[in-house]
């Protein structure tokens, strides 16, 4: 079910979100200031939806703390999982830009926190601070190039080229990253949805891996112990 708002201090908020977004999807600390200097924030336990697709684009979000999940759902009920939003994510500025409804759900996959930027702060915003329209502008343009890079892997690469990809996408750290490990809040269904390839395929794959020690596989969730040769799955592209 929906949350409801609560009113923010300034001791609510961080001066800037976490760092789990990829770098190349994550607005310029200056640009996230001014962002929360006008957003208010909103607790989503496991299960609550944000909000639905058809909903009216009211605000821009930011995710503080937990995890989202975003997926659409096709008319005989089936759900597909587009991404998992982790803390540095900010999102919900298409709807905003072009004034139409949202095109996918969101629900909690754990305890969350989201920054909640009013479509009329932002828009005000835009407007008067050209620097944040640009990095909105950029934002825009790398989520349409992460597009169509997936829906070249789902066309011409193999599972395991696929399935590596979208599990280092996920994890989103720099390349640079220190080697430790990282929980991923994501299931073996969500991944075959995010695929397109049946569960039983990600659980073939996923323990070879498994056995090969690099990664363990836990109840909805993937433990990353071996980043750098998943990369390497990645890189063998077709």
């Known amino acids: 079910m929906p949350s409801h708002p609560e009113p923010a201090t300034d ?3 961080p001066a800037h979100l976490g760092h789990r977004a990829d770098e190349r999807l994550r607005l310029p600390e200056e640009v996230q200031d001014a962002l929360l200097q006008v957003a208010h924030r909103r607790q989503l336990q496991r299960g609550d939806s944000l909000f639905l697709k058809g ?3 009211d605000a821009l979000f930011g995710m503080v703390q937990g995890a989202l999940r975003v997926s659409v759902a096709a008319p005989d009920g089936r759900e597909a999982v587009i991404a998992v ?3 540095g994510h ?3 500025e298409v709807s905003l830009f072009v004034g139409q409804h949202r095109v ?3 629900c909690a996959v754990e305890p969350s926190e989201v920054a909640v930027v009013q479509a009329a702060d932002f828009h005000h915003l835009i407007a008067t601070q050209p620097a944040l329209h640009m990095a909105f502008t950029r934002l825009v343009c790398q989520r349409l190039r992460q ?3 997936w829906i070249d892997d789902a066309i011409l690469q193999p599972l395991p080229v696929r399935l590596a990809h979208r599990l280092v996408t996920l994890d989103s750290r720099p390349a640079s990253a220190e080697s430790t490990t990282v929980v991923l809040a994501v299931s073996q269904e969500d991944l075959a949805f995010m695929l397109g390839v049946s569960r039983q395929s990600i659980n073939r794959q996923l323990k070879q891996w498994e056995e ?3 990664l363990r596989v ?3 969730v993937v433990e990353l112990l071996d980043r750098e040769r998943l990369a390497r799955y990645a890189q063998a592209r077709g």
């Open 11 to 13: 001791a609510d908020l």
């Open 55 to 57: 909903s009216a684009p």
């Open 85 to 87: 939003l982790e803390p």
């Open 90 to 92: 900010w999102f919900g």
């Open 104 to 106: 996918y759900d969101t």
């Open 147 to 149: 597009a169509l890079a």
């Open 212 to 214: 090969e020690g690099m």
């Open 218 to 220: 836990g109840y909805r």
